[in-house]
């Protein structure tokens, strides 16, 4: 793959892992802690506007079953509420008491005949029916058969915080269906049926978004600010206006007594006798919420992720940064907007996604640009060392041509030391092109240009030339230097770099040892491995000096104090070049004892050969 390709996969792999994580961080509690609270945040400050709401709850307070003999006596209390609340003729009454258990004693029996003639009497009527383990909780069939419709009265509570956000519209226990008392209440105060579709609900003109699924259907509550006017079950008839042609929502608000106290969004507790009036309201004033579903708010995380990758990628600088404000900005801010267009989106899922893929594709391009530069720094750097090496080393054959043609020049010398001269033009004008040929292959080698060539050549070959070539320069510091073992066997790559490798060491050799010491060269072969040592009793090297030798330019103080001149480069391409070659190094040296340089390379002998011609 190209590095440009390779580069993009990178960064789009960055930016997906960056999808990926803050996807996961925005279904944690955490995460569902602060979508709470920016849905109730902004619930509280979206203006409702007042209109006169189209219900009233009569509640069963403290006072009324303080002053009517408490609990024991709900169902008298609950006849007289609806023998006053049918004379203020309202639409319609839900109860939202459960009416289940029927009383054994005389007295209950009278209790009960009360509220049964009562419930008869009142017109509209909506009885409340509570989901227990077994199935449903009906009001039992004395009291049942007054009614026009039994709706649940099973509020929906978040498992973590108990705030009743929605209502569950439709309940199944035991297959039997149950709509919620509030929309049984909302059915017949319009007089409409209720057509369902798979999305929604629909009553007379009302659609109600409450989609089918695995909670039932789930319906937004809408709590009005003022609250639901409620009057006492005691004073019905002396507010006996307020309930005409109002759906009445009959229940207990007793904090004492009450089955079901809830909070709603403002964190105020509320009666579930409330709830359902509240969310009657929603419904009556057709003002819903709906919920954004999981695709929605995965398309609008990977809206911001695609953003973020593009505005790094291709704006510049601090255009990108304020590209990725912006699109944090927005992924803050487009939940409330859009709650406002009566969509609720989490706000958590895709302000994560935005935040972590801005700073994902900000740190990418960060360090990438960063590696770039220093990849052109260095490569500069290399390119100028190179250089510098190039020339440094061009100028001892250069010397000796120049030298030796002005001296033919300027003198008359006799023939055989004119031959003698040419010969050396001759042979340094050859060196001078194998280094910058060797220059040139190395520099290929090194950017991975260079197909190396593939010669069978005699290791001992290679021995020999680099000996006969140092021998001059070591006799003028009078190093002596011996070929300790026959080298055998034929090495497979390119003569010419491994060459230039091996005399490497022999310089550094001579180089770094003083005058009057010696150098050995042993060859010593084991199966497929040939080790060429080069051992001096130079200036040598101390540990830490050893771990950087191969490092190019590097120069040990040691080295640079001996006054021998040199770039440091050397022995960095010697190790390209053993490697290139399927070999290695080996180093030991001590301070001020002396350097044993060791190549280690694959070498074909002829007893293997002819060892494996015999076999064959
Ligand atoms: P150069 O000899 O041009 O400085 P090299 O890459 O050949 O560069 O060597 C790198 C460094 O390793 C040398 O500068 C020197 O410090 C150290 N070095 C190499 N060979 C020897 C040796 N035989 N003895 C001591 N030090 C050595």
Redesign the pocket.
């Known amino acids: 793959m190209t590095e440009p390709g390779r580069r993009t996969w990178l960064y789009i792999g960055v930016l997906s892992g960056c999808f990926v994580i803050a996807t996961l961080a925005g279904w944690t509690t955490l995460a569902k802690r602060i979508d709470h609270y920016a849905y109730d945040l902004t619930t509280a400050i979206t203006p409702v506007t007042d209109y006169g709401s189209d219900s009233i709850v009569v509640a069963i307070d403290e006072e009324t079953l303080r002053q009517r003999g408490g609990m024991r006596k709900i169902r008298t209390i609950l006849a007289e509420a609806l023998e006053q609340i049918s004379a203020a003729q309202p639409k319609a009454v839900a109860v939202d008491v459960i009416l289940a258990d029927g009383g054994t004693g005389a007295s209950d029996q009278s209790e009960d005949a009360r509220l049964e003639a009562a419930l008869h009497d009142t017109k509209n009527l909506i009885l409340s029916c509570d989901l227990v383990p077994s199935g449903w909780e009906d009001p039992l069939p004395l009291f049942a058969s007054a009614a026009a419709a039994i709706g649940h009265a099973h509020s929906e509570v978040d498992r973590l915080d108990g705030v009743s956000r929605a209502l569950s519209l439709e309940e199944t226990a035991n297959h039997q269906r149950r709509w919620a008392l509030a929309l049984e209440a909302f059915r017949i105060s319009r007089g409409q049926p209720i057509t369902e579709s798979p999305e929604d609900l629909q009553v007379g003109e009302v659609t109600i978004p409450a989609p089918l699924g695995a909670s039932g259907r789930p319906m937004l509550i809408r709590y009005l600010p003022s609250g639901i006017t409620t009057v006492s079950a005691l004073r019905v008839s002396q507010n006996a206006l307020a309930l005409k042609d109002k759906t009445v929502f009959l229940g207990i608000t007793a904090l004492s007594a009450a089955r079901d106290r809830l909070l709603n969004p403002d964190g105020i507790n509320i009666a579930g006798v409330e709830v359902h009036a509240h969310a009657f309201e929603t419904m009556a004033r057709g003002n819903f919420l709906r919920s954004a579903g999981n695709l929605s708010t995965l398309g609008l995380s990977i809206l911001f992720t695609i953003a973020a990758g593009l505005a790094f990628a291709f704006l510049p600088g601090w255009m990108a940064y304020a590209a990725a404000l912006a699109i944090i900005i927005t992924a803050m801010t487009v939940p409330f907007y859009l709650f406002w267009q009566g969509l609720v989106f989490p706000l958590s899922g895709p302000a994560f996604v935005a935040w972590l893929s801005c700073s994902g594709a900000a740190t990418y391009q960060h360090f990438f640009v960063r590696r770039q530069l220093r990849r052109s720094e260095s490569e500069k750097s290399r390119y100028q060392q190179a250089i510098h090496?190039a020339a440094h080393e061009m100028r001892t054959p250069l010397t000796a041509i120049q030298g030796s043609s002005e001296i033919m020049t300027n003198y008359s010398l006799p023939e055989a030391k004119q031959k003698q001269l040419s010969e050396m033009i001759n042979s340094e004008s050859k060196r001078l092109a194998r280094l910058i040929q060797t220059f040139l292959d190395v520099e290929r080698l090194a950017e991975g240009h260079m197909e190396m060539k593939r010669e069978v050549f005699p290791a001992a070959g290679v021995v020999n030339t680099c000996l006969r070539r140092v021998e001059p320069l070591a006799s003028r510091k009078t190093i002596t230097i011996s070929l300790d073992t026959p080298v055998e066997g034929t090495l497979t790559g390119d003569r010419e770099l491994m060459e230039y490798a091996f005399y490497?060491?022999l310089?550094?050799?001579v180089?770094?040892?003083p005058a009057g010491t010696h150098v050995s060269i042993t060859a010593s072969a084991r199966g497929d491995a040939l080790r060429l040592a080069?051992r001096?009793e130079?200036?040598?090297?101390d540990a830490k000096?050893l771990k950087n030798?191969?490092r190019k330019f590097?120069?040990?103080q040691?080295?640079?104090q001996s006054g021998?001149?040199?770039?440091?480069?050397?022995?960095?391409?010697?190790e390209q070049i053993v490697t290139h070659h399927g070999g290695r190094m080996e180093v030991s040296?001590e301070p001020g004892k002396?350097?044993c340089?060791t190549m280690i390379l694959k070498v074909k002998l002829q007893r293997n050969i002819v060892a494996e011609t015999i076999d064959r």
Request: aromatic share 12%; hydrophobic share 40%.
């Open positions: 090496w490497n060491l310089t550094n050799a180089k770094y040892s080069v001096d130079g200036i040598g090297m000096e030798i191969f590097y120069r040990t040691r080295a640079e021998e001149v040199g770039t440091g480069i050397g022995l960095s391409i010697v040296s002396g350097s340089f």
